[in-house]
């Protein structure tokens, strides 16, 4: 049987845009008619979160959807409140309520949502598996290095280089060389940062830079060369014994020792679809979600960092 909707205006749209926001004060409208909200029941999610698991849809029946399943009352709550709000103001009934189907992107939205939950379980639930399975320890990563790596690790700097074009703009600095044109000088073809006989600086990025570059921005990246991995949680082993695994579909090119208690893994840049799965996948595994930014710093091998030396442990050829 097919039930004719009413159509919902623009006028009324902006009606119940300004009631969500009376409920909700932060919303990301996506659309005219959909945003996202932070959950009302988010202190019930027994799962990780991100911005984007609750939406709001004010086209047909407002409603407010969070594919956490631990949060219904809560969301059915403020769907009630939400309604009510808008029907008062709209005095008209509620009209819409019964006339209610779910619509074409509330449903994709939902398989979406429990799509990436689904990524999400099984990447946490296999950790322990991989942690066994690829168990992988520095001595013996280093031992297997496709690149014999030089036990002095000033040396690793022209190595680490060689990831890159001769033609590549490279951002080499710390982290506060960014934003201004005195900084361009931070922004060179990697034939000029081989001039510097050792890394004059701690951080890099993994991809190239657009041509008279003074910010290290998102915006100005030009070709994201690398996806580099790291956990501030997991130890040396564990996150090697991750690296080993992500290797069975993705070239690994280097592993570099930051001189602290985490390891960086430097992996060709998947393509748009696997980044966004492993985009789900690692943060659950304890990876940090920070540096799927394309402009994100991340340690140079070569450099001093206090007392010690940030190192390679690992390294093939680049490009």
Same mark, same amino acid.
């Given at each position: 049987?097919?039930?004719?909707?009413?159509?919902? &205006?623009?006028e009324?749209?902006?009606?119940r845009?300004?009631?969500? %926001?009376?409920?909700?004060?932060?919303?990301?409208?996506?659309?005219?008619?959909k945003?996202?909200?932070?959950?009302?029941?988010?202190?019930?999610?027994?799962?990780?979160?991100s911005?984007?698991d609750?939406?709001?849809?004010?086209?047909?029946?407002?409603?407010?959807?969070?594919?956490h399943?631990?949060?219904? !009352?809560?969301? %059915? =709550?403020?769907?009630?409140?939400?309604?009510?709000?808008?029907?008062?103001?709209?005095?008209?009934? !509620?009209?819409e309520?019964?006339?209610?189907? $779910?619509?074409? %992107?509330?449903k994709?939205?939902?398989a %979406?949502?429990?799509?990436?939950? @689904?990524?999400?379980?099984?990447?946490?639930?296999?950790?322990?598996t991989?942690?066994?399975?690829?168990?992988?320890?520095?001595?013996?990563?280093? &031992?297997?290095?496709?690149?014999a790596?030089?036990?002095?690790?000033?040396?690793?700097? /022209?190595?680490?280089? !060689?990831?890159?074009?001769?033609?590549?703009?490279?951002?080499?600095?710390d982290?506060?060389?960014?934003?201004?044109?005195?900084?361009g000088n931070?922004?060179?073809p990697?034939?000029?940062?081989?001039?510097f #006989?050792?890394?004059?600086?701690?951080?890099?990025? #993994?991809s190239?830079?657009?041509?008279?570059?003074?910010?290290?921005?998102?915006?100005?990246?030009?070709?994201?060369?690398?996806?580099?991995?790291e &956990? !501030?949680?997991?130890?040396?082993?564990?996150?090697?014994?991750?690296f080993?695994w992500?290797?069975?579909? @993705?070239?690994?090119r280097?592993i570099?020792?930051?001189?602290?208690?985490?390891?960086?893994?430097?992996?060709?840049?998947?393509n748009?679809?696997?980044?966004?799965?492993?985009?789900i $996948?690692? #943060?659950? $595994?304890?990876? =940090?979600?920070?540096?799927?930014?394309?402009?994100?710093?991340?340690?140079? /091998?070569?450099?001093w960092?206090?007392d010690?030396i940030? &190192?390679?442990?690992?390294?093939?050829?680049g490009?």
């Amino acid at each position: 049987m097919t039930t004719n909707i009413i159509p919902v &205006s623009g006028e009324t749209l902006l009606t119940r845009k300004a009631q969500v %926001e009376k409920l909700f004060p932060v919303v990301n409208w996506e659309s005219s008619s959909k945003g996202y909200i932070e959950c009302p029941g988010i202190t019930a999610h027994n799962t990780v979160c991100s911005d984007r698991d609750c939406a709001v849809f004010i086209d047909r029946v407002p409603t407010i959807a969070c594919f956490h399943q631990s949060c219904a !009352d809560e969301v %059915e =709550d403020a769907n009630k409140k939400l309604r009510k709000a808008i029907r008062e103001v709209e005095a008209r009934g !509620d009209v819409e309520t019964k006339k209610y189907s $779910m619509s074409a %992107e509330q449903k994709a939205w939902i398989a %979406e949502k429990q799509r990436q939950q @689904f990524l999400r379980k099984r990447a946490e639930s296999s950790l322990p598996t991989i942690l066994q399975r690829y168990a992988w320890t520095p001595e013996q990563a280093r &031992s297997e290095s496709p690149i014999a790596i030089p036990a002095n690790p000033l040396k690793h700097w /022209p190595l680490f280089l !060689d990831l890159f074009k001769p033609d590549d703009i490279l951002w080499v600095g710390d982290t506060y060389h960014s934003g201004e044109p005195c900084y361009g000088n931070h922004f060179l073809p990697v034939s000029e940062w081989r001039e510097f #006989p050792v890394a004059p600086f701690q951080f890099t990025c #993994p991809s190239t830079f657009k041509p008279g570059s003074y910010s290290r921005s998102n915006d100005n990246v030009l070709v994201r060369r690398y996806l580099v991995v790291e &956990s !501030d949680t997991l130890q040396k082993p564990e996150i090697l014994a991750v690296f080993k695994w992500l290797q069975l579909n @993705f070239k690994l090119r280097a592993i570099v020792d930051t001189a602290g208690k985490s390891l960086h893994g430097w992996f060709d840049c998947p393509n748009k679809k696997q980044l966004a799965e492993l985009k789900i $996948m690692l #943060p659950a $595994m304890g990876c =940090d979600p920070a540096l799927f930014k394309p402009a994100q710093p991340c340690r140079v /091998p070569g450099a001093w960092r206090t007392d010690k030396i940030q &190192s390679l442990v690992w390294l093939t050829g680049g490009q």
